[in-house]
């Protein structure tokens, strides 16, 4: 069952552990459909978060992340990888969560392009998306762990160390 708009809503510190365990869809181009556990998860907060993109404010780059919750945000490292975020909490209030890694594709930049993304996912709604959505997996009986996010040594200190990655402990 495809996750519903209320899931997306929730702040990003609820949303980002309740997503490990989820299976990630993706419909590619040629009709195939491919099913993903996601595994590790990062989640960054707002304006205030200096880790976040949205910490600078309202930007072109940031302009999805002020809208609803569930609206996929997407943007190049490197010249090279997609990392792919969905969108949490309510508009106006710019929250995304990072998916850093899926069953058997480990890293972001990795996840991006065994998915084939780019920019035109770029604010694609999830919940009505006929391309990538996320639905609900079996129970993960598994143990979540969170680590500090990783990556992000732009950031000061306090946020640095907050402990808003979450993964499976192996």
Request: proline share 2%.
């Amino acid at each position: 069952m495809r996750l519903k708009q209320d899931f997306f809503d929730r702040d990003v510190l609820e949303v980002a552990p309740d997503l490990i365990g989820k299976v990630l869809v993706r419909k590619f181009d040629d009709g195939r459909v491919e099913r993903y556990v996601i595994c590790e998860t990062e989640a960054y907060r707002g304006e205030e978060d200096a880790a976040c993109h949205a910490h600078k404010g309202l930007t072109i780059r940031t302009e999805v992340m002020y809208g609803n919750g569930g609206n996929i945000y997407v943007y190049l490292i490197y010249g090279m990888y997609w990392l792919l975020n969905f969108v949490t909490g309510q508009k106006d209030q710019p929250q995304a969560v990072l998916i850093r890694g899926l069953e058997g594709i480990n890293g972001p930049g990795r996840v991006g392009r065994a998915l084939k993304l780019d920019k035109s996912f770029y604010g694609e709604d999830s919940v009505s998306s006929d391309r990538l959505w996320i639905e609900n997996g079996d129970a993960c009986a598994c143990k979540i762990i969170q680590t500090p996010r990783i990556g992000i040594d732009y950031a000061a200190d306090e946020w640095k160390n907050k402990t808003w990655r979450f993964v499976i402990e192996k």
